[in-house]
C-alpha cells in the first residue's frame, strides 16, 4: 500500500482523514492554538511565567477557556487513592479525558495527583498567639518602649504586654510546623489532583509547545529540572494596555512581615505574600494579611485583584477564590 493510501481512523468509527495534506493541516492547527492563545488566554490571570523557566504554567481557568474555545468538555476517572486517616496521608490520582460535545468523542486525556506530604499541604507557618484574646498579631516590643512583647491592635489584637521570658509567648512554636488540620483540606488535596489532570490532558492537545508542564507551586516534576531563580516580584500591567484591573492567580505559599517605627514612632507591620516562588503583594492591611493566611492554610487557589500606583506599588481591592 502506496504512503499516501495510509489513514487515521476515530475512535468509535468515525470519519477518516488521509495523510494527504497532513502538514497543512497540522500548520491550520497550530496557527489555531496560537490563536486561542493570544486571543482568548488573559496573562497573570489564565497563564503566567515561574522565574527560572522559558515558558509559562497553565491555570486552571486557562484550561477551561481552551477546552470551551475548543467545544470540549472534562470527565474525571479516579486511578489511584490513599486515605489513610492514621497516619494521616491522602492520595489522589486522576485520569481526565477531554471529550467533544455532541459526538462525545475522546480528544485526549491527562494524569494529575496530589497528596497530604506535598509541602504546602504538609506544613503551615505557625505565628504567636495572644494567650488572652487568641489572635496572631504578636510582635516583639521595642527596647525604648521597655522591650517585651506586644498584641499588637493594628494585627487585631488586644494590646496587651507581656514581658521577656514569658513561656506562654516564648514557649510557642512558630515558623514552619506540621498542618494539624490537614484533615480539614483533604476535599482541597481531591481536587487539586483533578485540577492538575485537567490542565495536563489539556497541554496534550498540542499546547505543551506553549506551556510547561509543572506543578502548581513552580517546581519542575521530572528529575535534574534547573532549579528557579533568585525571587523576584511580579511586575504589574501598565495602565495603557491592560484591559481591565490587573489580577494575579496562584496559590499564596508563604507569608513574611517586616516591621518598623514611622517618624512619628507608631509602629507598622508590612505582610508580604508569596506564591509562584515570587513576592505577589505587599500591604499594610490586616485584613488583606488574614484572608491570604485563610488562604494559604486552607491550599485554595486565590485570585488577587490590584490596582496599580504611579510609583509602581500595587494596592488590593479583592481576594477571592479563583
Same mark, same amino acid.
Not at 85 to 95: G, V
Not at 203 to 216: A, I, T
Given at each position: 500500500?502506496?504512503?499516501?493510501?495510509?489513514?487515521?481512523?476515530?475512535?468509535?468509527?468515525?470519519?477518516?482523514?488521509?495523510?494527504?495534506?497532513?502538514?497543512?493541516?497540522?500548520?491550520?492547527?497550530?496557527?489555531?492554538?496560537?490563536? *486561542?492563545?493570544?486571543?482568548?488566554? @488573559?496573562?497573570?490571570?489564565? =497563564?503566567?511565567?515561574?522565574?527560572?523557566?522559558?515558558?509559562?504554567?497553565?491555570?486552571?481557568?486557562?484550561?477551561?477557556? *481552551?477546552?470551551?474555545?475548543?467545544?470540549? =468538555?472534562?470527565?474525571? +476517572?479516579?486511578?489511584?487513592?490513599? +486515605?489513610?486517616?492514621?497516619?494521616?496521608?491522602?492520595?489522589?490520582?486522576?485520569?481526565?479525558?477531554?471529550?467533544?460535545?455532541?459526538? +462525545?468523542?475522546?480528544?485526549?486525556?491527562? @494524569?494529575? &495527583?496530589?497528596?497530604?506530604?506535598?509541602?504546602?499541604?504538609? =506544613?503551615?507557618? &505557625?505565628?504567636?498567639?495572644?494567650?488572652?484574646?487568641?489572635?496572631?498579631?504578636? @510582635?516583639?516590643?521595642?527596647? +525604648?518602649?521597655?522591650?517585651?512583647?506586644?498584641?499588637?491592635?493594628?494585627?487585631? #489584637?488586644?494590646?496587651?504586654? !507581656?514581658?521577656?521570658?514569658?513561656?506562654? @509567648?516564648?514557649?510557642?512554636?512558630?515558623?514552619?510546623?506540621?498542618?494539624?488540620?490537614?484533615? &480539614?483540606?483533604?476535599?482541597?488535596?481531591?481536587?487539586?489532583?483533578?485540577?492538575?489532570?485537567?490542565?495536563?490532558?489539556?497541554?496534550?492537545?498540542?499546547? &505543551?509547545?506553549?506551556?510547561?508542564?509543572?506543578?502548581?507551586? #513552580?517546581?519542575?516534576?521530572?528529575?535534574?529540572?534547573?532549579?528557579?531563580?533568585?525571587?523576584?516580584?511580579?511586575?504589574?500591567?501598565?495602565?495603557?494596555?491592560?484591559?481591565?484591573?490587573?489580577?494575579?492567580?496562584? !496559590?499564596?505559599?508563604?507569608?513574611?512581615?517586616?516591621?518598623?517605627?514611622?517618624?512619628?514612632?507608631?509602629?507598622?507591620?508590612? !505582610?508580604?505574600?508569596?506564591?509562584?516562588?515570587?513576592?505577589?503583594?505587599?500591604?499594610?492591611?490586616?485584613?488583606?494579611?488574614?484572608?491570604?493566611?485563610?488562604?494559604?492554610?486552607?491550599?485554595?487557589?486565590?485570585?488577587?485583584?490590584?490596582?496599580?500606583?504611579?510609583?509602581? #506599588?500595587?494596592?488590593?481591592?479583592?481576594?477571592?477564590?479563583?
Amino acid at each position: 500500500m502506496e504512503t499516501t493510501d495510509l489513514a487515521i481512523v476515530h475512535e468509535g468509527g468515525g470519519a477518516m482523514e488521509s495523510w494527504e495534506g497532513a502538514a497543512a493541516r497540522g500548520v491550520a492547527r497550530r496557527q489555531n492554538r496560537e490563536g *486561542i492563545v493570544k486571543q482568548v488566554l @488573559i496573562k497573570d490571570q489564565d =497563564y503566567g511565567v515561574i522565574p527560572g523557566t522559558k515558558k509559562p504554567i497553565l491555570f486552571k481557568s486557562g484550561a477551561e477557556k *481552551i477546552n470551551d474555545s475548543l467545544n470540549l =468538555y472534562p470527565t474525571f +476517572e479516579r486511578v489511584q487513592v490513599v +486515605e489513610d486517616w492514621d497516619r494521616p496521608l491522602f492520595h489522589y490520582a486522576y485520569r481526565c479525558t477531554l471529550r467533544h460535545r455532541g459526538t +462525545e468523542i475522546p480528544i485526549a486525556t491527562g @494524569i494529575g &495527583s496530589c497528596n497530604s506530604m506535598e509541602e504546602k499541604y504538609r =506544613y503551615r507557618n &505557625s505565628e504567636r498567639i495572644c494567650p488572652k484574646c487568641g489572635k496572631p498579631a504578636i @510582635i516583639k516590643g521595642k527596647e +525604648e518602649y521597655g522591650g517585651g512583647w506586644l498584641c499588637w491592635p493594628n494585627k487585631g #489584637g488586644c494590646r496587651t504586654k !507581656f514581658d521577656d521570658g514569658d513561656a506562654s @509567648i516564648e514557649g510557642q512554636q512558630i515558623g514552619k510546623v506540621l498542618n494539624e488540620e490537614i484533615f &480539614s483540606i483533604v476535599n482541597t488535596i481531591d481536587k487539586m489532583a483533578q485540577v492538575r489532570a485537567l490542565k495536563g490532558a489539556t497541554r496534550n492537545l498540542g499546547f &505543551s509547545d506553549h506551556f510547561e508542564d509543572m506543578d502548581d507551586d #513552580g517546581t519542575a516534576p521530572e528529575a535534574g529540572a534547573k532549579p528557579a531563580a533568585a525571587k523576584t516580584v511580579d511586575q504589574p500591567k501598565r495602565k495603557d494596555d491592560a484591559t481591565g484591573p490587573p489580577i494575579w492567580t496562584g !496559590f499564596i505559599t508563604d507569608i513574611t512581615t517586616k516591621t518598623g517605627l514611622k517618624k512619628n514612632q507608631q509602629p507598622w507591620t508590612l !505582610f508580604e505574600l508569596h506564591g509562584n516562588d515570587q513576592t505577589v503583594i505587599c500591604t499594610f492591611d490586616t485584613k488583606i494579611h488574614e484572608a491570604a493566611q485563610a488562604f494559604k492554610e486552607s491550599g485554595e487557589e486565590v485570585k488577587i485583584t490590584y490596582t496599580v500606583t504611579q510609583q509602581g #506599588g500595587k494596592n488590593v481591592v479583592e481576594l477571592s477564590a479563583a
